[in-house]
């Protein structure tokens, strides 16, 4: 069974950083693209940045460019989103996702039960 | 980027009786590959998304044959024979033939 556990949110500043990490079993962890879709309290959804199993595909939605970096360790089976100059606009719950073994064209296959950052004074 | 553009907002059902929701995308979805790459999920309250549809029209393990999903090109449809309580909470449309991959803003079904 495909299990994907956040971890990391949390109250911050703006201005300020945090980084999430999902650790995922179940799958064979290097073989597949990952992502993070993040909702904003009572909003939809929405797309934040993809890599593919090897890391060697990144790819971000122009809200988070330069500000977000996504990484992975295979070795550990985890992935992380390092998010820095955080604003108010990014409070949201955000979401692992498993996407598939290739990235284009891509479906969400599985989603953690996500983790809350906050980004409040 | 390609905007998916869902309909109703809301739908308000009654429990045995059908559903069914739009999508329509501001390009074509077809892949070079042959296929069509739409994606249907399921929000329930309090709950992380979960894939029912993907393909246009294939049905995810383990999700009831009462939701079906059907269109081509830009034009989309998933609808629900017969609704049960358990189908209330918000469904998503997503597209992943391009990136960044979007969403519909979402259809909130609720039971009358």
């Known amino acids: 069974e495909v299990q994907l556990l956040e971890s990391g949110g949390g109250l911050i500043q703006p201005g300020g950083s945090v980084r999430l990490s999902c650790a995922a079993s179940?799958?064979?962890?290097?073989?597949?693209?990952m992502s993070w879709v993040r909702q904003a309290p009572g909003k939809g959804l929405e797309w934040v940045s993809v890599?593919?199993?090897?890391?060697?595909?990144?790819y971000y939605g122009d809200s988070v460019k330069g500000r977000f970096t996504i990484s992975r360790d295979n070795s550990k089976n985890t992935l992380y989103l390092q998010m820095n100059s955080l604003r108010a606009e990014d409070t949201a719950m955000y979401y692992c996702?498993?996407?598939?073994?290739?990235?284009?064209?891509?479906?969400?296959?599985?989603w953690g039960q996500g983790t809350l950052v906050t980004v409040s004074s | 980027d390609v905007v998916m553009t869902q309909s109703p907002l809301s739908l308000p059902v009654t429990l045995g009786q059908p559903a069914s929701i739009s999508c329509r995308s501001s390009?074509?979805?077809?892949?070079?590959?042959?296929?069509?790459?739409l994606n249907w999920f399921h929000q329930r309250p309090g709950q992380s998304p979960r894939r029912l549809i993907y393909?246009?029209?294939n049905r995810e393990y383990g999700v009831p044959d009462r939701f079906s999903g059907s269109g081509s090109g830009t034009e989309f449809t998933l609808k629900i024979s017969r609704v049960e309580a358990e189908d209330v909470g918000v469904y998503y449309c997503?597209?992943?033939?391009?990136?960044?991959?979007?969403f519909g803003g979402g259809t909130k079904v609720e039971i009358k």
């Open positions: 393909m246009v029209s």
């Open positions: 390009q074509s979805l077809a892949y070079s590959d042959g296929h069509t790459y």
């Open positions: 996702t498993k996407v598939g073994v290739i990235i284009i064209p891509a479906s969400i296959q599985n």
């Open positions: 890599i593919s199993g090897g890391g060697d595909s990144i």
């Open positions: 179940g799958f064979t962890f290097s073989t597949y693209a």
């Open positions: 997503m597209q992943g033939t391009n990136w960044p991959l979007t």
